[in-house]
């Protein structure tokens, strides 16, 4: 039985128009049902950036020293030396001396040796060939006071660095980050994105940060990503991941804005869990599928490899390209709170979109979950699917799915 079609557009007019034309009109069976569900079927949620103000509850620092996310606030380490650095077209000058540390610079190329703890790089001013690398044997911060820095030849700021490194984006400013189409390598060192660190990256203050990245991913830690309440990032990479976290990505708070266009590229990239309590987070992934040999790589707005956790906060991500994933996750997920909208709007050939794939089970007892696929299952689990009694909405049609509680 063929479905009554509510509403003709002009545009699914006109494919119809020639159908028909290219049919001569002589059967009176046609099957339009492809051209009808391509303009019938719209997600409900649209997806776009969103950087309108945030009001969030205070960021409060934990305080129990035996907490395991002690050391993720700034504020419970006490910087007590300061090294300001002012970018100046070709050239960087250095600004207050500390013991235990050298600073070293060629041209706006700036390389810091740190044995000494507790040091806060203010970087300030503008260069469109320069960067920032550190070595440090203890955590530092990087407070991004106005700063806009390009290097050509490889990653912005490039941490060597296995400690915390908090990046403070102060009230009222905005800086930007920009690598290079192609990178220099240096042997026995990773530089994975145009902000990079070897060790955890943690993201405070209410200042925005805009990251463009050309040859890599945008934001790369080879432990684990901080997003705390508070700053606005805004992340777009033609090359790579937007941000990926090795070991985890945990979302607090904050504006987050992600697009990433390569091929098989994923908005938020995580090889362990990924929690999500609050902000607003955004990522869209417009690449195909990436086919090399006999192994196919989709792309996604999110890639989890172990658990997701969502308790609050609002996430929208959409994949549009063939076979995207608006959630991939290989393990459980967990949705608890929070308002979650996860859209494919690619085709089906190589890879099959969906707007959530689970490998194991899915629980949800809290928020709302929309999610939506053009041409394929919106909601896959290959586990159990678990949603609690209170909810106010299942509503489950052939592409889309929604419920809220």
Request: with cysteine; hydrophobic share 35%.
């Amino acid at each position: 039985m063929k479905r009554a079609i509510k509403h003709i557009t002009p545009s699914l007019a006109c494919a119809i128009a020639i159908m028909l034309a290219a049919t001569g009109c002589q059967k009176d069976d046609t099957n339009f049902d492809k051209v009808i569900a391509e303009y019938e079927a719209l997600p409900d949620v649209d997806i776009e950036w969103d950087n309108s103000a945030l009001t969030e509850a205070p960021d409060e620092p934990v305080t129990d020293e035996a907490d395991e996310f002690f050391n993720d606030y700034v504020e419970n380490t006490d910087f007590t030396s300061t090294i300001a650095i002012d970018y100046n077209g070709n050239t960087a000058t250095v600004t207050g001396a500390v013991g235990g540390v050298v600073v070293e610079t060629d041209g706006a190329h700036v390389t810091v040796t740190s044995a000494k703890g507790h040091v806060n790089y203010i970087l300030s001013g503008s260069t469109t060939n320069g960067s920032f690398k550190i070595y440090s044997f203890n955590k530092y911060c990087i407070t991004l006071s106005g700063v806009n820095i390009t290097n050509p030849a490889g990653a912005a700021i490039n941490s060597q660095s296995s400690k915390s490194c908090y990046i403070v984006l102060p009230h009222g400013t905005s800086s930007t980050l920009t690598d290079g189409a192609t990178y220099t390598e240096v042997e026995l060192e990773d530089q994975k994105a145009a902000l990079f660190s070897e060790g955890q990256i943690i993201f405070s203050g209410s200042g925005s940060l805009t990251i463009n990245a050309t040859g890599k991913a945008g934001i790369t830690s080879d432990d684990y990503l901080r997003f705390r309440p508070g700053p606005h990032i805004n992340v777009t990479s033609t090359a790579g991941n937007g941000v990926k976290g090795k070991d985890a990505v945990y979302i607090d708070g904050g504006v987050l804005n992600i697009t990433v266009s390569a091929a098989g590229a994923k908005g938020i990239n995580s090889e362990g869990l990924v929690n999500v309590r609050g902000g607003r987070t955004t990522a869209i992934a417009t690449g195909h599928t990436r086919i090399e040999g006999t192994d196919t790589t989709t792309c996604a707005a999110m890639k989890v490899d172990s658990v997701l956790n969502i308790s609050g906060g609002t996430l929208r991500l959409k994949a549009t390209g063939e076979g995207g994933k608006g959630i991939n996750c290989n393990r459980s997920i967990t949705l608890s709170g929070g308002d979650v909208a996860a859209v494919a709007t690619g085709a089906k050939e190589a890879g099959s979109p969906k707007g959530v794939k689970c490998d194991q089970d899915m629980t949800m007892t809290g928020g709302r979950l929309y999610v939506y696929s053009a041409w394929a299952t919106p909601l896959d689990v290959n586990g159990l699917l678990t949603v609690a009694g209170s909810h106010t909405k299942y509503e489950s049609k052939k592409r889309s799915i929604d419920i809220q509680f």
